[in-house]
């Protein structure tokens, strides 16, 4: 059942091109676009030490991740229960249940290869050593895609419709990649806004995966913080989603 029912949602995905499209050649372009740049493979003071492609391997990953949690989440749930996908499915073998465990599962194999597919062109192209600490990173990787799925799931339990998840989605989108680094790097920010941006889901995630790359040992602090949104966001989602 479960395995028909993937094998649908994938046929849809597919459909709209546009969607892994994004989430995994808008990294991926990003990662090129800075890595090719003269000088880039040299360690940045204003990067933390960091080169360039370094640097935006590690972004482009909290982007997809961001990408996916809190925009394409939320607005395919939402608009999903709009137009009574739900109720119906409620009525068959097939329970609606499944479909949220589909998507989940779709939307952390996209995670998954967009992250795989940095850390190999890095390497390939620009001699980007993969995450010294692999360990550290993946567990980053792990808390911050269930922090910020999470936090999507709750959108997609008040969201009226695929609109009003979209622009949930998109109040919490922006703010997420500013406070993360993503627009300025966080050395590059005041004290103030970098304790603040340090955080959030997506800031205490990109922290901790460029830490990690760079072979210095996580702050237990970061990972809890994105534990604490995960376990919270979960909670908050499975009290009050709603079906129809």
């Known amino acids: 059942m479960l395995a028909k029912l993937t094998y649908l949602e994938l046929k849809l995905l597919a459909r709209e091109i546009i969607v892994p499209a994004v989430v995994l050649l808008l990294p991926l372009a990003l990662l090129l676009g800075f890595g090719f740049q003269p000088g880039a493979n040299k360690a940045q003071h204003d990067l933390g030490g960091q080169t360039a492609p370094e640097y935006m391997a590690a972004l482009g990953v909290g982007i997809a991740v961001t990408i996916l949690g809190l925009s394409i989440l939320p607005t395919t749930l939402a608009g999903y229960r709009e137009k009574g996908v739900l109720r119906r499915m409620a009525t068959t073998p097939v329970r609606p249940a499944y479909l949220l465990m589909v998507q989940l599962l779709i939307y952390v194999a996209m995670a998954i290869a967009a992250v795989t597919i940095l850390i190999v062109t890095a390497r390939i192209l620009f001699g980007t050593p993969v995450p010294e600490r692999f360990p550290a990173f993946l567990a980053a990787f792990v808390l911050g895609m269930g922090a910020l799925f999470g936090i999507g799931l709750v959108i997609a339990a008040v969201a009226p419709s695929s ?82």
């Open 163 to 244: 609109k009003a998840g979209t622009g949930i989605g998109m109040l919490l989108f922006f703010p997420s990649l500013f406070l993360g680094g993503v627009y300025i790097p966080r050395e590059q920010m005041p004290g103030a806004l970098r304790a603040v941006g340090d955080y959030t889901p997506l800031g205490a995630t990109l922290k901790t995966m460029r830490d990690a790359w760079m072979g210095s040992e996580p702050r237990l602090v970061q990972l809890a913080i994105m534990a604490a949104y995960a376990a919270a966001a979960g909670l908050v989602a499975a009290k009050t989603f709603r079906w129809e």
